[in-house]
């Protein structure tokens, strides 16, 4: 089993739309929980972070932890043709800096 | 305030040679992570600095691999000798204890390509 899945993709909601990513963790003890978007060909930029259960607003982006199920989601409200990117959760263990990523969710948002 | 900055942004080189990828972190920053990029495995972390100590290293996949950290400011990625399976794009970031913890900042990554 992969430390960090994500709902297969690629993933195609209508501008306006929500998109929902979804992501399990595999280390119960994992403490940090972090959203990556990535356009193609660049590199990954930090666009949400949650550390404790419940829901985390920022913008259009909310992300929602639940440790007991070890699961965090990633809603983007409004989507819009620039929020097309691949989506990458990251998880880190407890008491440690390395980041594990799942292999990523590639969203397209039709005009 | 400069981001990471990584050369070269690109390199091709014939299987046998020997790559060296260089990477200076963000100023003030004292972790220091390498990450390589395919298709087929995604984002793996291959080693990350502390304090310019090698902390863990056991993403890096083989003896031909090694990193050094000689400074704060400046690491390398070493491949010899290289492999057609190492093409990837290789990524460092950087973070710090300050601010958004566990936050990394990536640099925009080396494409290599190994034929």
């Known amino acids: 089993q992969k430390e960090v899945e994500q709902n297969s993709g690629p993933l195609s909601v209508p501008e306006g739309a929500i998109a929902s990513l979804n992501c399990t963790y595999s280390?119960?003890?994992?403490?940090?929980f972090f959203w990556y978007r990535q356009y193609s060909g660049k590199s990954p930029e930090l666009i949400m972070f949650?550390?404790?259960?419940g829901d985390k607003e920022d913008g259009r982006f909310t992300a929602q932890l639940n440790k007991a199920s070890q699961y965090v989601s990633l809603l983007i409200r409004d989507s819009q043709p620039s929020d097309s990117a691949t989506y990458l959760c990251?998880?880190?263990?407890?008491?440690?800096?390395?980041?594990?990523f799942g292999a990523g969710t590639t969203v397209t948002v039709r005009a | 305030d400069a981001g990471v900055i990584q050369s070269p942004r690109h390199e091709v080189t014939e299987m046998g040679q020997e790559v060296t990828l260089r990477c200076k972190p963000i100023?003030?920053?004292?972790?220091l992570f390498w990450y390589r990029q395919t298709m087929m495995r995604g984002l793996e972390l291959l080693i990350y600095?502390?304090?310019?100590?090698?902390?863990?290293d056991s993403g890096m996949p083989e003896d031909r691999f090694s990193a050094k950290m000689p400074n704060a400011s400046f690491s390398t990625l070493k491949i010899q000798p290289s492999e057609p399976r190492d093409s990837a794009v290789y990524f460092c970031?950087?973070?710090?204890?300050?601010?958004?913890?566990?936050?990394?900042?990536f640099g925009p990554g080396t494409r290599l390509t190994v034929t």
């Open positions: 600095f502390n304090n310019n100590v090698p902390i863990d």
């Open positions: 970031a950087s973070s710090s204890d300050r601010g958004v913890k566990y936050e990394q900042y």
């Open positions: 990251a998880v880190t263990p407890l008491g440690d800096y390395k980041l594990s």
């Open positions: 949650i550390y404790s259960n």
């Open positions: 280390d119960r003890g994992s403490q940090s």
């Open positions: 100023s003030g920053h004292d972790y």
